[in-house]
Structure formats: structure tokens, C-alpha cells
């Protein structure tokens, strides 16, 4: 799985989750079932209590937006969504942004409302959490990403204020060679491309469009121009990736490259405003402009371990986003070795997760402090810790659950197949929400085919009872639900690729035939239950 999914939204173990974990400690007789399961929580909390979130549902907020002639500022996301408490914690939080928030509809889908993940499809989202603007006639204006102070986020939300154009239309104009304003541009930089799915970038191809887009940013918006250029780096060293057709940057682009990246790092706030460049591409980034064991590649480490070690210094900086720079400087570390993590370097790992558990106070700091740990701690080569830490959070959480697929991955490296599938049931028994329900239970389901595959009439029965999870919510056979059940068919078809489980996967046909009896023909979720039924 590719690591950047893992660092921005999920983990080995959590593969849909958006956000997640994974490693192994010693093995336990029997799940500690005595652990409460925490308070429960509503599953459509407003993201902050200060915000006065649109009450009626999507099609009302775009209604009232038109009328009242305002932006409409939708933030999709879930309970346990880590990514999001932190959003929740640095920015929602703030008074200067409730204040903004005032200019706007604002809008909190959470993916487990009951059209939420046909709405997702609609806004073409993937990932929690996403934060789109919409002008007040309903236009996609642009997309907020995470990781940006304060200062930043409302400068990104007074730009949809003046009536920006949207940034596909921006995009389009840049590559015709058209003028394009520097608002236009500061709109372009601050765009959240991860999370674009095709909505600015459509068949364009990404190289040479972040190429054109950071050599047209004017240099006075240096902060812009850099994150535009990070782009352009990214697609670049992924686009060399490609097996049948590789992206070859020259030896002069390499090091023009390294020349520019060593100017963002020794620049305090351009750096703050390009925290997804510094923190979670350092490694790709390193080994895809320098060559191993050369002094170039030293120099680039050490300028870049620096500034990992001044943002985590830097009293604004998260109690999460320390612990990711943590991470990066072990991702760099442990990159050309396949050597154990030295233990003055796991100590250290160690000492700064502590320090952070101690600072982490708040429900939406505690979550997202969490999943930070969980990597540091794994990386080093500590998951006895890790293990120690999940099974002391399950008391603190209010959704416990999404720590125990990290749990049953633990339990699985150890080779405790019964501990392992304990977990995962135990979380899916105890998720909430029919979204979140179905993804947990597919975690459970996909583990009983990997751990036990001869055990044909549980992972039939099992599967059988997802499918009534989606009983009376055709709307949610969408989005995530949708992927999600397009990949239990197709694990279900290894499953039984020579036919050994026919009679297993004609119970589970059946059962999701009265499931899609129900859908109209028009409906998209039709073609989702067909292609399950194909696949599996």
C-alpha cells in the first residue's frame, strides 16, 4: 500500500479507513473483553459546538446559500476519523475561524448520515476528512487541504469570498496559456490536489501540469509558488514510478530541484507552509533527487532533519504533527538500511511519544495523537509499546473500536489467528453507524479469509450478515461502502477461485439478491451489487 494513504488517511491494517496503524506484541489468552467499551457518542456531533452548522440536510444548505448569496463551506468526515479531530482541534476550534465561519453555510456530512456516501459520489470525495467551497449559486470553487495554520486557512477562505473562479476553470486557463490572476494562482497553491479525485486535474497529465502551474505563480507569492512546485516534485518522482513509461527528470532538473527544496527548508514559514512536503514526503523526496552514499544526499538529510527538528521545536506546532516529524526523520533514517532501528534512535522515538501522551488532553488530540504514535512506535521497531498504549487508549476513546484492527494486527504478527480474529469481531461489533459498520465488518470478514479459510460456513454466515448491515440504506451503496464491497467480491472470488466454496457463495448471492431487489434499475448502486456478485 502506497505510504502516503497510510500517513494522510489509513494504515495496513485499516486499509479503507482513511486513517490508521500496524505492528505486533506478545499474545494474550483471551481478548480483554473486561475493557469498556467507552462512552457512546452521537454519531453526527457537530464539528464544534461554536459553529452554527446548517440543521437541514445538503439540498436545504445549498438552498439557503443561494439565497442568502453566501459560500457554502462543506466538511465531510467521521467520529473516528483521526485527520479530523485534528482539524476539529487546530482550526474549528479557533474563534477567529468560528468568526469567519459566519460569512458561510457551513455544512458538517458525516459519513454515516444516511445519504452521506451518495453525496460523497456527488462531491466526488474519497477520503476523510475533505473540505470543499462551494459559491453561492453551487459551483465547486476549490478544496481546503489539511496541515495549514490558521492564518492560512482563513487567507484560503477569504479568497473564496471574493469571488474567485473555481480552480478547474483556473487550471484550464493556466495550461491555454491564458492570463490568470495572482489571486487565481495563491487559489492554485493552496488547493488540496491529494484529494482532487479528477475534479481540476481530470485526463491532464499531472507532470507538466504542476510544472506550468509553479513556473506561472509569481515569485511574490513565495509561499504559493512553493507548494506548487512540492507538486510538481511529487508527480515527477511518482510519474518515475511507472514501469511502462517512467518520468525521467535529468541530472540539471535533480539538482535545480535539490537547489530550490534546500531554500524551502532553510525558510521557517515557507516550510510552515508546506508542512505535507516536509513532513510526509521527506523520504520520497530524498531518495528521488539524490543517489544513495553521496554527499549530496548527505547535505539534503541534514537540511532536512533540521528543519524536522525546528518544526517539532516550534510551540504552534500540534501535539500529533511533533510526533509526525518523529516519523519522517525515522523514515529517512532507516531508508537505505535494512538494519534493526539503533536503540539510541528507538529511545528517542520512545521519549517523544511519551511526552506527547502527557501533552495530549483533549478527545480530538488524544485520537489523532494515537495514530501519530502508532507509527512512530512501529517504525522503531517498538510494538510491544505500541500494543501497550492501543489497549490503554480503548479506556480513553470514545470510539474505541477503530483502535482494534491495529489490535488484531498485532495479534496476527504474533501468530495468534484466535486473538487476532477476536479483535477484529470485537470491532465490528461495536462500531456505530451503517458506513463505519459495513468497514469494520469487512475488516472482520477479509481477516476470516486470510486467517481461516477453510472455516467456509463462518466467513459465508459472516458475510451474509454485513450484507443486512445495507438492509433499508440503498443510499449507502456508494462511495466507500461501494469500493469497499467491490473488494469483498473480489477477495470472495480468490476465495473460491476453483469452486470449492460454490455452495457458500450461492448463500451469499442469494442474500445479496434480496439486498438489490430493492434498488431501482437507475439506481448507481444497482451496478455496485452487480459488480459484487461478478467479482465474488
Known amino acids: 500500500m502506497n505510504k502516503r494513504t497510510l500517513l494522510l488517511t489509513v494504515s495496513a491494517a485499516l486499509v479503507m479507513a482513511g486513517c490508521g496503524r500496524s505492528e505486533s506484541p506478545p499474545p494474550e489468552a483471551d481478548p480483554p473483553a473486561t475493557i469498556p467499551a467507552g462512552e457512546s457518542q452521537a454519531l453526527h456531533e457537530p464539528a464544534n459546538h461554536d459553529i452554527q452548522w446548517h440543521e437541514g440536510d445538503v439540498e436545504s444548505a445549498f438552498a439557503l446559500a443561494k439565497q442568502e448569496g453566501k459560500p457554502l463551506f462543506l466538511y465531510w468526515g467521521a467520529v473516528w476519523c483521526p485527520p479530523c479531530h485534528q482539524i476539529k482541534d487546530e482550526i474549528f476550534s479557533r474563534p477567529e475561524f468560528v468568526e469567519k465561519s459566519r460569512l ?171 508542512v505535507p512536503l516536509v513532513i510526509y514526503y521527506a523520504d520520497d523526496m530524498v531518495a528521488g533527487l539524490t543517489a544513495p552514499d553521496t554527499e549530496e544526499r548527505a547535505a539534503l538529510v541534514a537540511a532536512w532533519n533540521d528543519r524536522l527538528d525546528a518544526i517539532a521545536a516550534d510551540p504552534r506546532t500540534s501535539v500529533a504533527d511533533r510526533l509526525w516529524t518523529r516519523y519522517a526523520r525515522l523514515l529517512i533514517a532507516t531508508m537505505d538500511s535494512e538494519d534493526p532501528v539503533p536503540e539510541s534512535v528507538a529511545a528517542q522515538a520512545r521519549e517523544d511519544v511519551d511526552q506527547a501522551n502527557e501533552q495530549a488532553i483533549s478527545e480530538h488530540q488524544r485520537q489523532s495523537f494515537m495514530n501519530a504514535a502508532w507509527y512512530v512506535l512501529t517504525a522503531s521497531g517498538q510494538s510491544d509499546y505500541a500494543r501497550e498504549l492501543l489497549l490503554e487508549e480503548l479506556e480513553k476513546s470514545r ?36 458506513a463505519t459498520r459495513f468497514q469494520w465488518g469487512y475488516y472482520y470478514v477479509s481477516g476470516l479469509i486470510r486467517l481461516t479459510p477453510d472455516d467456509a460456513d463462518t466467513i459465508a454466515a459472516a458475510t451474509e450478515q454485513l450484507l443486512t448491515e445495507l438492509d433499508g440504506h440503498p443510499d449507502a451503496i456508494y462511495n466507500r461502502t461501494g469500493r469497499i464491497m467491490k473488494r469483498l467480491g473480489e477477495k470472495l472470488g480468490e476465495w473460491n477461485v476453483d469452486g470449492t466454496h460454490d455452495v457458500q457463495i450461492r448463500a451469499i448471492q442469494s442474500r445479496l439478491d434480496s439486498l438489490c431487489a430493492d434498488i431501482p434499475e437507475e439506481d448507481d448502486a444497482l451496478q455496485t451489487c452487480r459488480v459484487f456478485m461478478q467479482e465474488a
Open 104 to 274: 458561510f453555510v457551513p455544512v458538517y456530512l458525516d459519513g454515516d448520515t444516511e445519504r452521506a456516501q451518495k453525496y460523497g459520489d456527488r462531491f466526488g470525495v474519497r477520503g476523510y476528512p475533505t473540505i470543499i467551497i462551494f459559491s453561492p449559486d453551487g459551483a465547486e470553487l476549490t478544496r481546503i487541504p489539511g496541515g495549514l495554520d490558521i492564518g492560512l486557512y482563513a487567507e484560503v477562505l477569504d479568497l473564496t469570498l471574493e469571488g474567485v473562479r473555481p480552480v478547474p476553470d483556473i487550471v484550464r486557463a493556466v495550461m491555454a496559456g491564458e492570463e490568470v490572476e495572482p489571486d487565481d494562482y495563491q487559489l492554485l497553491g493552496f488547493y488540496s490536489w491529494s484529494q482532487d479525485n479528477d475534479r481540476a486535474l481530470g485526463e491532464l497529465d499531472p507532470v507538466e501540469t504542476f510544472r506550468m502551474m509553479s513556473e506561472g505563480c509569481p515569485p511574490e507569492l513565495a509561499a504559493a509558488s512553493a507548494r506548487l512546485y512540492a507538486e510538481y516534485l511529487r508527480a515527477a518522482i511518482e510519474a518515475g514510478k511507472d514501469e511502462d513509461n517512467p518520468y525521467e527528470m535529468s541530472s540539471a532538473q535533480k539538482s535545480g530541484a535539490v537547489e530550490r527544496v534546500n531554500l524551502i527548508l532553510a525558510d521557517a514559514e515557507l516550510s510552515r507552509a508546506n
Open 399 to 434: 470510539q474505541p473500536y477503530y483502535f482494534m484492527p491495529s489490535l488484531a494486527e498485532l495479534a496476527e504478527q504474533d501468530g495468534d489467528t484466535e486473538q487476532a480474529l477476536a479483535w477484529l469481531k470485537r470491532g465490528y461489533d461495536t462500531a456505530e453507524g451503517p
